[in-house]
């Protein structure tokens, strides 16, 4: 069977589309991959993270957004919905647009079965070409794990891995320290797991 050409988007017309859209969608290189519906657990941690840096933030000049918004990391090629970016100082739009922001130093994302490669993989790399960003932190659902990214003077980014409840990471860039007790804040992934494999018996 003949395989069907994949149509190109041009990211203007991914951006007017998007605006209307009823399902969020990604852009990367001249296709859309649309969000789909995420877990209780995913929108739990990312209340907890969420609520965390909303209170945290307010005397400072930084504030954290939620994943209604989109990141242009190219503006050719990439745009993104992180679960949550913080953004310190003056915001910086893409062009013509007031719905897309240019310059995060946080991004967040909470890792999926189905996205947690793209998260660590082709999404980093991009993530990284953002002048801005100084902190990329992962956020696994499924067990106590969070990989922290942090950028270093020199541009060397320098991973911390977290595993343990009693472990706090310090986000550098925005001078916070966050507890992996608050981002699981009333999940008790031990007792989800034991309940799961009891179903699969």
Same mark, same amino acid.
């Given at each position: 069977?003949?395989?069907?050409?994949?149509?190109?988007?041009?990211?203007?017309?991914?951006?007017?589309?998007?605006?209307?859209?009823?399902?969020?969608?990604?852009?990367y290189?001249?296709?859309? /991959?649309?969000?789909?519906?995420s877990?209780?657990?995913? =929108?739990?941690?990312?209340?907890?993270?969420?609520?965390?840096?909303?209170?945290?933030?307010?005397?400072?000049?930084? /504030?954290?957004?939620?994943?209604?918004?989109?990141?242009?990391?190219?503006a050719?090629?990439?745009?993104?919905?992180?679960?949550?970016?913080?953004?310190?100082?003056?915001?910086? /739009?893409?062009?013509?647009? =007031?719905?897309?922001?240019? =310059?995060?130093?946080?991004?967040?994302?909470?890792?999926?079965?189905?996205?947690?490669?793209?998260?660590?993989?082709?999404? /980093?790399?991009?993530?990284?070409?953002?002048?801005?960003?100084?902190?990329?932190?992962?956020?696994?659902?499924?067990?106590?794990?969070?990989?922290?990214?942090?950028?270093?003077?020199?541009?060397?980014w320098?991973?911390?891995?977290?595993?343990?409840?009693?472990?706090?990471?310090?986000?550098?860039?925005?001078?916070?320290?966050?507890?992996?007790?608050?981002?699981?804040?009333?999940?008790?992934?031990?007792?989800?797991?034991?309940?799961?494999?009891?179903?699969?018996?």
């Amino acid at each position: 069977m003949e395989q069907r050409e994949k149509k190109y988007i041009a990211p203007e017309d991914y951006l007017e589309a998007e605006a209307s859209a009823e399902v969020r969608s990604e852009y990367y290189h001249g296709e859309t /991959f649309a969000m789909t519906g995420s877990s209780f657990d995913h =929108n739990l941690i990312a209340a907890n993270v969420s609520s965390f840096l909303h209170m945290a933030l307010r005397e400072s000049g930084c /504030f954290a957004l939620s994943a209604g918004m989109k990141v242009q990391v190219d503006a050719k090629k990439h745009y993104t919905y992180p679960d949550i970016a913080v953004i310190c100082g003056e915001v910086e /739009f893409a062009e013509g647009r =007031n719905d897309v922001v240019k =310059n995060p130093v946080v991004i967040v994302e909470i890792l999926s079965k189905s996205t947690k490669n793209y998260d660590r993989g082709t999404k /980093f790399t991009a993530y990284r070409e953002i002048k801005s960003l100084k902190d990329y932190i992962l956020i696994d659902q499924y067990d106590y794990r969070v990989e922290h990214f942090h950028k270093k003077e020199s541009g060397q980014w320098v991973l911390d891995d977290h595993k343990r409840l009693e472990d706090s990471l310090t986000i550098r860039s925005v001078e916070l320290e966050l507890p992996l007790a608050t981002i699981y804040d009333r999940l008790d992934l031990g007792l989800r797991r034991t309940a799961l494999s009891k179903d699969a018996s």
